[in-house]
């Protein structure tokens, strides 16, 4: 066998399912060629290799890449202010009443240029590198017209090419109401889906289509119209669903096949129910739970009760989750919403690449799969989600490239 890179002298955590945990080998190899995986397994099966470069990684851990599958990655600004608000006691929903929360995050977008935009997001993405994160969705949602919201499309691909990770892109035009048409937001719901969402697709800037469905953002009603658009332009969809009360979002996102329903704290049983028939993910987000001091956490257990698939994420935002660490998402999930290490450490591989629908190209150690792998130094992988803060991280390969 010829191979491109041989990575050997370490353990490899595949996170495929039906076998040990973690999909763990010890005293692993993994053989990449063309970018790929070629080949995995105990060393002491490796077949004749000639690689072009040899690894030996000391007994360290390999996993895939880490995704990030829910992020506001591009921004202009912050929103400190309130921040301090909130542990004033001000809550989310009174602070967006108010003209803050996501409008004012508008303003400082719009305001700001391209190459801006690309430079203060390429500073929250190395955090989530140092992470392990080698694949990232990153939403618009801050420009609110169609200049705008382009404008973050087409910096989230320009991440892709010159970030150093794989991009996905997700539309999310129904976010918030515009602050011009605040007292039109029909007319605004009639430009996000029949205007901006059409140019974006023409543009090539769209791999998704998600929408914000509460009793501060969207309707039921106006995301269906959304992901009707959406389904004739032949978009996968996903949905921002339930997180600060049930407003039907779990069973909306199952009726449309949509590939997450995230959030999701206040879904009820039915709603968990459609979406485990229609396989639905649901993408947990405990970095917004810790900054809103919710109580409320996500019913695990009764996600795990009906078999549906758990991801995590940072949902890296600068107003209710400014977290810039794929590693401090895991530990979170697990201290706060009782995941185990190993459903964290899946939901930020193998059921984050379902909820992005990237399943057949990373989020395991298989053969023929992309080489997205992490490699980190820790003693044994539940270490992921266990230390807060301490650098794990030795090295990422994105398409079997060492970055």
């Known amino acids: 066998m010829k191979a491109d890179r041989l990575l050997i002298d370490c353990h490899v955590a ?48 390999v996993t895939p890449g880490l995704i990030d599958c829910h992020t506001h990655l591009v921004f202009g600004g912050d929103r400190s202010g309130e921040f301090e608000q909130r542990l004033g006691g001000a809550t989310y929903e009174e602070i967006a009443r108010a003209g803050g929360g996501i409008v004012s995050s508008v303003k400082a977008t719009r305001a700001a240029s391209e190459d801006a935009l690309f430079v203060s997001a390429m500073t929250r993405l190395e955090g989530l590198k140092a992470t392990g994160v080698t694949t990232v969705e990153i939403k618009s949602g801050y420009g609110l017209d169609r200049d705008g919201e382009l ?47 059409p140019a974006a697709q023409a543009e090539g800037l769209v791999d998704a289509v998600d929408a914000y469905c509460e009793p501060i953002a969207f309707s039921v009603q106006e995301v269906g119209r959304l992901f009707d658009k959406a389904r004739s332009l032949g978009l996968p ?14 069973g909306l996102a199952a009726r449309y096949g949509a590939l ?6 206040h879904a009820t049983e039915a709603g968990i129910e459609a979406m ?7 993408v947990l987000l405990p970095g917004a739970f810790l900054m809103l001091r919710e109580t409320k956490a996500p019913p695990v257990d009764l996600l795990r009760h009906h078999g549906v698939r758990m991801a ?31 459903e964290a450490l899946a939901g930020a591989t ?39 803060g301490k650098p794990l991280l030795t090295t990422r390969y994105v398409g079997g490239e060492q970055l």
């Open 312 to 342: 995590v994420a940072t949902d890296c935002n600068p107003g209710t989750s400014p977290v810039a660490s794929m590693t401090a998402a895991l530990n979170l999930a697990c201290v706060q919403f009782r995941l185990t290490p190993e």
């Open 151 to 197: 404008k973050m499309l087409r910096v989230a691909r320009r991440i892709g090419r010159e970030g150093g990770v794989r991009v996905r892109t997700s539309y999310l035009g129904l976010h918030a109401v515009p602050p011009e048409l605040r007292e039109d937001r029909a007319a605004y719901v009639d430009l996000a889906v029949d205007d901006i969402l």
């Open 276 to 282: 485990a028939k229609a396989g639905v993910v649901a």
């Open 260 to 265: 997450s329903a995230d959030h999701v704290e």
């Open 350 to 388: 193998r059921e984050a690449a379902r909820a992005l629908g990237l399943s057949d190209e990373v989020g395991t150690i298989e053969v023929g799969k992309a080489a997205d792998l992490a490699v980190w130094d820790v003693g044994r992988p539940a270490e992921l989600a266990y230390w807060l």
């Open 14 to 61: 595949t996170m495929t399912e039906g076998g040990a945990a973690y999909g763990a080998i010890e005293d692993a190899a993994v053989a990449v060629a063309g970018g790929r995986i070629a080949w995995v397994g105990s060393r002491a099966d490796l077949p004749a290799v000639e690689a072009t470069e040899t690894d030996r990684l000391e007994g360290r851990w």
């Open 237 to 250: 969809v996903k949905l921002h669903a339930d997180q600060l009360s049930d407003g039907g979002g779990a």
